[in-house]
């Protein structure tokens, strides 16, 4: 690795996108660039490409992404889309014309269909329906694939896309309403242990299974991808199928979740399940075997992670009152 090199990171105050800076930062990185919404609107392409042309940019890491859960989503889907597709399409291309040889898009586990056969191998792509919920995020991500790809095979660029599983972590969004399921049940036990609760009442029966990958593996994963030799990522690719799954390719259920959420918050009551909700999709588990193939295995369990994200929460709490 050269750490002289001029990285970009795009979305550098998002979860993922601020645990890369961490990651290359502690890996000797000194010239990482970054620009805040109000510095850099990623969605004006006049406004990226003169960005690109004033900057001798080495490297690029797309993490800027319009992100939400599933009341967002399906209030706003236009703006999912939208934005979406203008962010990584502005990039990918501004990069292309400054020179820029190298560049990883990141994505999300929501491209495959979503009745995809478990556990989702990277050839389930465009083999059936995705969730209704969140289809034009996805169909967003999905273009940001095939965009690298393009540019690859048109014009030979080294343009990687990665796909992470259900991430958490510092920086994670705590909102009390609008957050995922991690963040959501720290802070509901954390809340029920001022409290002095007897119970916590939890969404569904508790049997879906999930998978999560700390959002500091996600960085490493990253940065380990970028890195790889251009030979032996292809070995490892196709053209036209060159995205990688991240994750740990172990699941839990949410009862077991709970559990450990439990656990690591200090709550002694009664966990209930309320089976009259919604569980979702029965199952989302990652096929990591290609990554793997490629020399990189998660580090961080789920309750060494779990613990970590609740540290940060504490610390930042206050942030997130309401």
């Known amino acids: 690795m050269n750490n002289q090199e001029k990285i970009f990171v795009a979305g550098h105050r998002g979860m993922v996108g601020s645990a890369i800076v961490r990651r290359l930062q502690s890996l000797g990185f000194t010239n990482i660039l970054t620009r805040t919404h109000a510095e850099l609107d990623l969605t004006n392409q006049a406004a990226v490409e003169k960005f690109f042309r004033e900057n001798k940019v080495d490297k690029v890491y797309l993490a800027a992404a319009k992100v939400g859960g599933i009341h967002a989503n399906n209030t706003y889907p236009a703006e999912f889309i939208y934005q979406n597709l203008m962010i990584e399409c502005n990039i990918v291309h501004a990069a292309h014309v400054a020179g820029v040889n190298k560049l990883l898009f990141l994505g999300s586990s929501c491209i495959y269909p979503k009745l995809a056969e478990q556990p989702m191998k990277e050839e389930a792509l465009l083999t059936g329906v995705l969730e209704s919920t969140n289809e034009p995020y996805a169909i967003a991500k999905i273009a940001g694939i095939k965009l690298c790809e393009s540019y690859n095979r048109q014009y030979g660029r080294d343009y990687r896309s990665v796909m992470p599983t259900n991430l958490y972590g510092p920086h994670d969004n705590f909102h009390p309403e609008n957050s995922h399921v991690i963040p959501a049940l720290l802070r509901r036990f954390h809340e029920a242990v001022l409290a ?75 966990l209930t399940f309320d089976a009259t909700k919604p569980d979702g999709t029965p199952r989302k588990l990652m096929d990591v075997s290609r990554l793997r193939a490629l020399g990189w295995e998660a580090g961080i369990s789920l309750e060494d992670g779990l613990r970590d994200a609740y540290n940060w929460f504490l610390a930042h709490q206050d942030d997130f009152r309401g």
Not at 216 to 229: G, N, P
Not at 253 to 266: P, Q
């Open 196 to 270: 002095g609760a007897e119970e916590v009442v939890i969404w569904g029966s508790g049997t879906p299974m999930r998978e999560f990958l700390h959002v500091d593996d996600m960085a490493a994963a990253s940065v380990h991808v970028m890195e790889l030799d251009v030979t032996t990522y292809n070995s490892n690719t196709q053209p036209m199928l060159s995205h990688i799954n991240v994750g740990t390719g172990v699941d839990c259920t949410i009862r077991e979740l709970a559990v450990t959420v439990a656990r690591v918050t200090g709550f002694g009551g009664r």
